[in-house]
């Protein structure tokens, strides 16, 4: 029996939450604030929320109508939970339950409007400058995504969304600046947010309007883009590194574990590819190259990727110091596909696993995937690793004294830190755990706010009705027992 008396999880463990500007900032027009890809994402209601792709199919139509709009109930990621003017009110709360960090991202659109001027919105700046600031004072650590699914909406219309190459040295240019501004106050910084969802949700993730190019282009595109995106991230990790010695500098992917259906050796190597697939993207960030298997595929298929000189030295020598990750969901791989019931999550679908509970948005339920996936990837990275996102998308019911009920996600979170808990006893060096959505916020996915993450409420249902008010749910207080006591008090 293994004594868990004490703490497992290391001292400095980074506790804490994870929040993304898009998601949460509203004042989506604010002190100079540019458009964005992401003002352009409609809840839309008619449609099954479990249908993910048409959630994300975004024509250059729906993006002109989006600029003729200053609709923000429809454009649900417009208004989101007005961070941009309640943050000191949610850092204090976040204080209170104990966060050591808290992941943000910064917008570039409020640095750089359309990501082609040459001088910054000094109004974005000073934003972003008051609230690290803030953090400091409350002794939460600033945990910055450079991109998390947004970028100018001027670099789509213009420039193809990622798909041209100026738009590397424009995010380079917002690096730097952000850099230089923030140098004494963020010290942990990540670059693209789950950087593979390109091949998912090209619009959100790199500004590629799918109907601007013919089907049997696309591939090609996206894996250009993705390309450009591998450099602009190396050469943020470069410029980050030499302007904040001492910084540390992480990728960011979605781990999608995949099981084998049984061990039919078909159906094993089928999840070996899969999950090979899966780790392509921090492979190229921690490796610094493309797997062969990449590169063979472009061949065998006739894409051609262009290369800039240089571009496989910039990959080599400047790769990340650790690796972080989003886990909420594993899938399993069969060469029966077909023929099988299918779940959703993370805007990709997979085969059911019949062991697994599903969530009210079908996505499968599986700590135990996370704490295989953190042997697995310490195996092969030995970096140290740092789960940025997890948690459960849930509707919240307020009981009749005001209160709110959350067991399901206790429970949730129990199992997920149980696990985290268990691959650190199993050697694996895990830096910290930033649950996502640790406040209300605007579904990624389906801009809905029914679909709950947080341990604090929000007073704001899917057409932009309440009043904002915060509220703290039963999981706030048992997740601040949890860091009070270091882990201890999960049992
Ligand atoms: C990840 C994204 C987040 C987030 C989360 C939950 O893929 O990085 O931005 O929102 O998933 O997804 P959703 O909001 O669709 O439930």
Sequence with gaps: MKNRSNSIFPEGFLWGGATAANQCEGAWNVDGKGMSVADCSTYKPKTDPKDYKAQHIITDEDIKKAMESEDTHLYGKRHGIDF?????????????????????????????????????????????????????????????????????????????GWYQRPVVDMFVKFCKVVFKRYKNLVKYWLTFNEIDSIFRHPFTTAGIVTDRYPEYKLEEIVYQSLHHQFIASSLATKYCHEIIPGSQVGCMVTRILTYPENCHPDNCLLALK?????????????????????????????????????????????????????????????????????????????????????????????????????????????????????GLGNKDRIEEDGTIIDDYRIDYFKSHIGAIRDAIED??????????????????????????YGFIYVDLDDDENGTYDRKRKKSFYWYKKVIETNGAALD
């Excluded at 808290?102 to 974005?124: C, H, M, Q």
């Design 274 to 390: 899969d999950n090979r697939e899966n780790y392509f993207y921090s492979d190229v960030q921690v490796f610094g190259e493309y797997p062969r298997f990449i590169k063979k595929g472009w061949e065998e298929k006739g894409i051609n990727i262009k290369f800039q000189q240089g571009d496989e030295e910039i990959l080599k020598q400047h790769t990340v110091d650790f690796v972080s990750f989003s886990y909420y969901m594993s899938l399993v791989s069969s060469i029966d596909a077909e023929k099988k019931e299918k779940v959703s999550g993370n805007l990709s679908s997979g085969v059911k696993n019949p062991y697994l509970d599903v969530t009210e948005w079908n996505w499968q339920i599986d700590p135990k995937g996370l704490h295989y996936s953190l042997i697995d990837m310490y195996d092969r990275y030995r970096k140290p690793l740092f789960i940025v996102e997890n």
């Design 84 to 160: 941009y003017h309640r943050y000191r009110e949610d850092l204090d709360l976040f204080a209170e339950m104990g966060f050591k960090t808290l992941r943000v991202s910064i917008a570039w659109t409020r640095i750089f409007p359309n990501g082609i001027e040459d001088e910054p919105n000094e109004k974005g700046l000073k934003y972003y400058e008051d609230m690290f600031t803030y953090m400091k004072e409350k002794n939460i650590e600033p945990l910055v995504t450079l991109a998390h699914y947004e970028m100018p909406l001027y670099l789509c219309n213009n420039y193809d």
């Design 427 to 452: 050697g694996v060096e895990v830096m910290g755990y930033t649950p996502w959505g640790c406040i209300d916020l605007v579904s990624m996915s389906t801009c809905q706010m029914s679909k709950r």
